[in-house]
């Protein structure tokens, strides 16, 4: 079963410093989000891809936030500087193209911390 | 934008007791309701999901019902196990952007 793939699972690093993480989604799936989970909280949409072209990206912190989909694969998300409050769960899913009434999948995650 | 309120937030159980997480939802025009499973530290899982045209699905002892008059949906889990321990959460989907509005997760611990 095609899973989304997410790198790293982990990243630890101070505050200030840039971290970047990489989101590869599901073959065939146009539609890709990243999402940012506090502890016990649910996910919260950062920015939203169809292909290469950002849908959505009114709830991404951009001082600090950047999110590409350059060929319309695979993404990243970046944070230049981290602050300590950026400390999550960062979550990548896929779907199909919008016009398909199909659920998102996830991927397994990159847990941040800034110290 | 749509508004997901998911209750309780924790819930135990005894083992082979029925568990039901209840959500309400704010957008009349959101049509599909997918419930995911997120065991400490995974990802979320999709575990059943709805349309607005059906009121109810069943999967083996999991079933979803909704009701779009009152704009609510509810999960219920039966004979539950200690594997089902985990954090529940429902999201409702809508806007032409499709997007997933979560609700704020049920901890469901099932105890033996």
């Known amino acids: 079963e095609a899973e989304v793939a997410q790198s790293p699972r982990y990243k630890i690093t101070e505050k200030s410093q840039a971290v970047a993480f990489w989101c590869d989604p599901i073959s065939g799936h146009a539609t890709l989000y990243w999402y940012r989970q506090i502890l016990g909280q649910g996910p919260e ?3 939203q891809f169809q292909d290469e072209s950002v849908v959505d ?4 912190p951009k001082d600090r936030f950047s999110a590409e989909r350059l060929k319309g694969v695979d993404s990243t998300l970046k944070i230049q500087p981290a602050e300590l409050g950026d400390s999550a769960m960062y979550l990548c899913a896929s779907s199909p193209p919008l016009d398909r009434l199909e659920t998102q999948y996830f991927g397994p995650g990159t847990r941040l911390l800034v110290l | ?13 005894q083992e082979g007791d ?6 309400t939802y704010s957008d009349s025009a959101s049509n599909y309701f997918p419930w995911y499973k997120q065991e400490l530290g995974k990802r979320p899982q999709l575990i059943i999901d709805i349309r607005s045209n059906v009121g109810e699905k069943k999967d083996q002892r999991i079933a979803v019902t909704l009701n779009k008059t009152a704009k609510h949906f509810s999960l219920h889990i039966t ?7 985990a954090v529940y959460f429902c999201a409702a989907l809508s806007g032409s952007a499709r997007q997933l509005t979560f609700g704020s997760g049920t901890q469901l611990t099932v105890l033996p």
Not at chain 2, 6 to 11: D, E, I, N, V
Not at chain 2, 79 to 85: A, G, H, I, L, Y
């Open chain 2, 79 to 85: 004979e539950t196990q200690p594997e089902d321990s």
């Open chain 2, 18 to 23: 029925s568990a039901v997480i209840k959500c």
């Open chain 2, 1 to 13: 934008g749509e508004n997901v309120e998911q209750h309780p937030s924790t819930l135990s159980v």
């Open chain 1, 45 to 47: 949409l950062l920015v």
């Open chain 1, 57 to 60: 990206d009114s709830q991404l």
